[in-house]
């Protein structure tokens, strides 16, 4: 009996509860999903502050590795469940499909306000990664799409220890690939290891491949290989993927370079086994985890040719872009702004070792970063240059060096194989 | 009664049903259905290119065809040296020597691990320059210096290291099954073989192995199905495709979804290409065992 009771006591307590007005929060919450390991704990301590100032809690919700936010996010647009403030990693093509299919407010108006405040926090650079000019090739309206909260530039570091021994001057590396490459019979002699990077995951050849083609032939005629107009078969070509012959024979690679995981070439350069490393200023941070008292110098990836300027990709190293679909995209936006003001980008800078976005926080980060920032001028990256290489194109490209380094191909036969295929996405695309 | 007899017989199988179709049979339709589209996986719009997808995999992917080979074989050393290994353990643990009980755990501990956690531990194991470099010292130390090589870094001997290191980690589910096969043989068989004066080969000839070639086409139907698809372990040891040598269909599927401009059509297409040949191959083995039998 006493349970019958209980059950209609229950019923009668949930039905006027049910009835009851739902509680309205007037301060939202504001959702962003990220993969950024390594800045958690310093999102999570600036949510709390920006939930003092304001009393807007911001929930940052960590989905690692990379590679599987990448399919959380593109699960979630497909479902229409985006939070409000996300990042879009990959290519440009991968940004401009998600603006496409109308998931990225254009911030434009927010960063134009107040006579461009906003937009002048940042370093040009590192805003063009989100920015869409007048008649772009990709049909996208121009724009602003998305807020940078860090930037990198990719280079090359040297351990000034090791350079020592072996005799070189630790104030001076090499500025002309010729005094690079003199410098791996020395390398060799002494049993130690050369440049270490993660080529057995691909984009870093094609990164230095390009900085060097960008050096050796100029932008214009690399986008105007992009765009089909100049063959890979071209002898500035050649020279590109003949670079790569030449450091192998010279003996400066590491041993095993191709099968190499960039985590890997980290741990050898960190643990003074390797005497060069081509990484992006994330390393610093993951240097400082691995030996903090790793001495090293930053340097522009040596010269091949004193015709055009080298290269270095580089720009916004993360994003934020707000949901056009979010109820809270006001909200959204007015936290970015804080997000990316001088103090928390300075605060971000010193905890995770990352160069700010914010151009004004320089004076205030660690030596090597501020070496990190100091060769923004000479920085690039696909996502600017306004037109993509087909992928298949790509992986032929970082293929065939893998296949030169190894010793299976010629720098004419890669500059054939990849043609061919070129050849063919175009005749497709017609 | 009848009618009633027969609604009822599918009232009891309708779950079973729903289940399959919401979760086997609607995905693959819907799969096969987006590789007929030319679609980066994000855009509102897709392309509808009929068959397209399949005749490039077909007929132009060479990629595609190299990762195939790959493949096939890691596949065909699995079958055979993994295959023989675990057979041979198994028959060894089916006998009354000390410690069983201890091997039987010890052989089942690689297939529990996982594939990129194998993959990492082995590169350190083989890397000469990132790793432990074990396998040269040890081929050292042997008196057999001629044989230190770069294992990961040669192309000559890459796929090879990446089949090797694959088979140590599935010998052991091999082993497991024929394990239990072998206990399912009665013993009286063999008594009564011994009797009439076998020896311990027409023994295995005779009884053991025609009463487990069951067991054998399962093995191998499993080796096949999980040969063909490794890819994790080939992340962890080379980290990727290197140059094609350690491609394999599953890393073309992923490749074919990332990049500047992902494919996600013409992944559901191999994906879908993939899946029809592995039932193919598991066909051909399941007919072929049913004539030998």
């Not at chain 1, 980060?365 to 992928?391: C, K």
Request: charged fraction near 15%; glycine fraction near 8%.
């Amino acid at each position: 009996m006493w349970f019958k009771h209980a059950l209609v006591c229950a019923f009668v307590l949930f039905s006027v509860l049910g009835c009851s007005e739902k509680r309205i929060d007037t301060k939202p919450t504001i959702n962003i999903w990220h993969w950024m390991t390594d800045r958690d704990p310093a999102f999570q301590e600036l949510a709390k502050k920006y939930e003092v100032l304001t009393g807007v809690r911001v929930n940052f919700e960590l989905y690692a590795p990379s590679e599987a936010y990448s399919q959380k996010i593109r699960a979630a647009a497909q479902g229409m469940n985006l939070p409000d403030i996300f990042g879009i990693l990959g290519e440009k093509r991968d940004f401009v499909s998600f603006i496409k299919a109308g998931h990225i407010l254009d911030l434009t108006p927010y960063m134009e306000a107040n006579a461009n405040n906003w937009k002048n926090n940042f370093f040009p650079k590192a805003l063009a990664v989100n920015e869409f000019a007048p008649g772009n090739s990709y049909g996208i309206n121009p724009g602003i799409f998305g807020a940078p909260i860090d930037i990198m530039t990719i280079q090359m570091v040297y351990n000034k220890k090791l350079f020592s021994q072996l005799g070189f001057d630790p104030n001076r590396p090499p500025k002309t690939m010729q005094e690079f490459l003199d410098m791996g019979a020395k390398i060799k002699a002494a049993g130690m290891q050369g440049l270490v990077s993660g080529w057995g995951e691909v984009w870093m050849i094609d990164c230095l491949a390009n900085n060097y083609a960008f050096n050796i032939m100029g932008e214009d005629k690399v986008l105007a290989t992009i765009r089909g107009e100049v063959p890979y078969t071209d002898p500035d070509w050649i020279k590109v993927f003949d670079i790569f012959k030449q450091m192998n024979d010279s003996g400066v690679l590491a041993q095993g370079i191709v099968t190499m995981i960039n985590k890997s070439a980290e741990q050898l350069f960190a643990n003074e086994k390797a005497v060069f490393a081509f990484n992006g200023s994330w390393c610093v941070n993951v240097y400082k985890g691995m030996n903090p008292h790793l001495e090293y110098g930053v340097m522009l990836p040596p010269q091949a040719s004193s015709e055009h300027p080298m290269a270095i990709w580089g720009g916004a190293g993360s994003s934020f872009m707000v949901n056009a679909h979010s109820r809270n995209k006001e909200e959204a936006v007015k936290f970015l702004t804080w997000l990316t003001d001088q103090d928390q980008q300075v605060y971000l800078a010193q905890v995770t070792n990352n160069l700010p976005a914010n151009k004004s926080s320089l004076s205030k980060i660690p030596e090597i970063l501020a070496q990190f920032a100091r060769e923004m001028d000479y920085a690039t990256h696909p996502n600017v240059w306004g037109n993509s290489e087909f992928s298949l194109v790509i992986e032929a490209f970082d293929y065939g060096i893998q296949s030169i380094i190894i010793g299976e191909k010629t720098p004419e036969q890669v500059a054939i194989d990849v043609q061919k295929i070129k050849e063919r996405e175009l005749a497709k695309k017609r | 009664m009848k009618i009633k007899d027969t609604l009822e017989n599918y009232v009891f199988v309708l779950p079973a049903v729903a289940i399959f179709s919401i979760f086997y049979i609607i995905p693959f339709i819907w799969v096969f259905r987006l590789g007929l589209f030319d679609w980066d996986g994000i855009s509102f719009t897709k392309t509808f290119v009929g068959l397209q997808n399949f005749k490039e995999i077909f007929l132009q992917d060479r990629n595609w065809w190299q990762a195939m080979w790959n493949a096939s074989y890691i596949t065909l050393i699995a079958l055979t040296l993994q295959n023989i290994f675990a057979f041979m353990l198994a028959l060894a643990c089916d006998r009354e020597i000390r410690m069983k009980n201890f091997y039987r755990v010890i052989f089942f501990i690689p297939p529990v691990l996982s594939e990129i956690v194998v993959g990492m531990v082995w590169r350190f194991i083989i890397n000469d320059i990132e790793g432990a470099n074990i396998i040269n010292r040890l081929l050292a130390g042997a008196g057999f210096p001629n044989l230190m090589h770069h294992w990961l870094s040669d192309p000559k001997t890459v796929l090879t290291t990446v089949a090797a290191v694959h088979c140590w980690k599935g010998f052991g589910w091999g082993f497991l099954i024929f394990l239990a096969g072998l206990q399912t043989i009665p013993h009286q068989l063999y008594e009564s073989a011994q009797v009439d004066g076998a020896n311990a080969w027409q023994l295995l000839k005779k009884i053991t192995i025609p009463l487990m070639i069951p067991v054998m086409v399962l093995v191998a139907i499993l080796t096949v199905l999980g040969s063909m698809q490794a890819f994790a372990l080939i992340l962890g040891l080379v980290g990727g495709e290197f140059a094609g040598h350690t491609s394999v269909p599953v890393l073309r599927i992923l490749s074919s979804m990332r990049g500047s401009s992902p494919r996600f059509g013409y992944a559901c297409a191999q994906g879908i290409s993939f899946g029809m040949i592995l039932v193919i191959i598991s066909f051909i083995q399941y007919r072929f065992s049913n004539k030998g039998q």
